[in-house]
């Protein structure tokens, strides 16, 4: 078997990246896949060996047109016939690329051998098929290949079958769990399921809504120890309320950071439940795109079917029907043979894409052009699909405010009990500041009460002292007018 790997490579492949994400399916790198199905001479998906035309010279065309009838037989997407034989003319010494008319040529015949299927019976056709290991049954050696050589599309199969039926073992059971195909499997480790998503759902729910009762019970609790008839007293009592407060702080903190949805749910079990559905339909969607390409251009022969069916349509039209019999006449007028010759311009003997139809580089062009497009439908169909799916579900989960980490509000209690202390001491000297204060305006304000007392005692007297002055100054007038009267 050749080590040469043909035209496959495994650059950007995200049909593989997205399946073994959503169904942890590890399948083959494309690259690898076409290393056991390369016939003689590096030819991939087929053997090629040429013969001669080994009928009669004037009978060629119609066996030609016979040799052809693969082509109706292999009509649609299935392969019901996987040994070809394309004929065409060559020049009698060898490869040509082309030919002027009158030139001699010769009828030659690629008999093509597809590899891609495990048994003679169960021909390759479009859909999902199983693949093996499998060998000639010629019991002979071939052109350039020995009669030993083994084949294998396990990897073909795998990597073209393999994901999309994990995807569908993961919709329609929600697990890939114990999911094999082809003697490849998922290991438990790498085993996606869908219910995971619901379950831990479930534990947040349980998680915010225990967070949130014991803060509420816990915060009522705080509250009535902290009334000012509570019977509790001393030191121990104060320590136990440092612990309560430190717990609703605890609980706080939790119940903040995982935040309720109703009486039941939480956020963060929300945005699970909605990203396992955005999961599921990214999932759908690649099956989908996956299903379409399996049944309609997933078999790579069918591309190989359809380069051959290109080659010979250019080979009937610029090599076999430029080409006519003529018959040699010998003395007396019968024909005693003939020779193939060219009748009409433009007779080609080689493809201008792939090169001289004679020469076994030819074929491999031709194999590797059918991988080629094979592979640019996985890349404009399934990669393409598989790239949307991991958009989808990293947009999905970006939407989602899952927590990072979660804090944990640290309490100690000595330092809390000291933090108490400290408080109260410095209450009871704001408290006994005030007393202070307290006491001074009121002895300020009985001061002042005295003085007043007096000033308004003071005056009471000297409006006596001033009352009783103007009765003697009365009387004494009074007096001097009696005498004035008498005189």
């Excluded at 569908?168 to 438990?188: A, H, I, K, P, Y």
């Excluded at 929300?270 to 379409?292: C, G, I, M, P, Q």
């Excluded at 018959?327 to 792939?354: L, S």
Aim: charged share 35%; glycine share 8%.
């Amino acid at each position: 078997m050749s080590d040469k790997v043909p035209v496959a490579h495994s650059d950007n492949d995200y049909w593989e990246v997205a399946v073994k994400v959503l169904t942890g399916y590890p399948m083959p790198k494309r690259s690898t896949l076409f290393d056991s199905l390369i016939g003689n001479d590096d030819i991939p998906l087929m053997r090629v060996e040429f013969s001669d035309h080994n009928g009669e010279p004037s009978n060629a065309i119609v066996d030609a047109v016979d040799d052809m009838e693969w082509r109706s037989e292999n009509s649609g997407w299935r392969i019901s016939n996987t040994d070809f034989v394309v004929p065409f003319y060559s020049g009698k010494h060898g490869p040509i690329s082309s030919a002027s008319v009158g030139t001699k040529v010769v009828m030659k015949k690629a008999r093509i051998t597809m590899l891609g299927t495990t048994s003679t019976d169960a021909p390759p056709a479009g859909g999902v098929v199983l693949g093996g290991e499998f060998k000639s049954g010629l019991g002979k050696d071939f052109e350039g290949q020995s009669k030993d050589t083994e084949w294998s599309n396990e990897a073909l199969s795998q990597y073209s079958y393999g994901g999309g039926k994990a995807l569908e073992q993961l919709l329609n059971t929600g697990s890939t769990l114990n999911f094999r195909w082809n003697n490849l499997g998922v290991t438990d480790g790498d085993a996606v399921d869908l219910d995971s998503f619901f379950r831990a759902a479930d534990a947040f729910d349980r998680a915010a809504q225990f967070f949130r009762m014991r803060h509420q019970e816990l915060q009522d609790m705080e509250f009535d120890l902290g009334k000012e008839e509570a019977s509790w007293k001393g030191q121990a009592a104060g320590v136990f309320r440092d612990m309560i407060h430190g717990l609703v702080r605890n609980y706080e903190s939790y119940s903040e950071q995982f935040p309720t949805s109703g009486d039941v749910k939480s956020k963060y079990g929300d945005d699970l439940r909605n990203f396992r559905t955005e999961v599921e339909k990214a999932a759908r969607n690649l099956y989908n795109t996956w299903d379409s390409w399996q049944l309609l251009t997933g078999n790579p022969l069918r591309w190989l079917h359809d380069v051959l069916l290109e080659v010979t349509d250019y080979v009937w039209d610029n090599n076999i029907t430029k080409v006519r019999y003529y018959e040699t006449y010998g003395q007396y007028g019968y024909a005693i043979g003939g020779n193939h010759k060219v009748k009409y311009e433009g007779f080609r003997g080689d493809h201008p894409d792939y090169g001289p139809l004679e020469e076994k580089s030819t074929w491999k062009k031709i194999g590797e052009e059918a991988i080629r497009r094979w592979q640019n439908t996985v890349i404009e169909r399934l990669g393409e699909s598989g790239k949307r799916a991991l958009v989808d579900v990293e947009n999905a989960f970006n939407d989602q405010t899952f927590p990072k980490k979660i804090d944990t509000v640290t309490t100690s209690l000595s330092d809390e009990f000291s933090k108490d202390q400290a408080e109260r001491e410095k209450a009871d000297l704001e408290k006994e500041k005030e007393e202070q204060e307290r006491e001074l305006e009121e002895k300020e304000r009985e001061q002042e009460e005295k003085e007043a007392e007096a000033e308004r005692r003071a005056e009471e007297k000297e409006r006596e002292w001033e009352e009783k002055q103007a009765e003697a100054e009365r009387r004494a007038e009074e007096k001097e007018r009696e005498a004035e009267a008498k005189q």
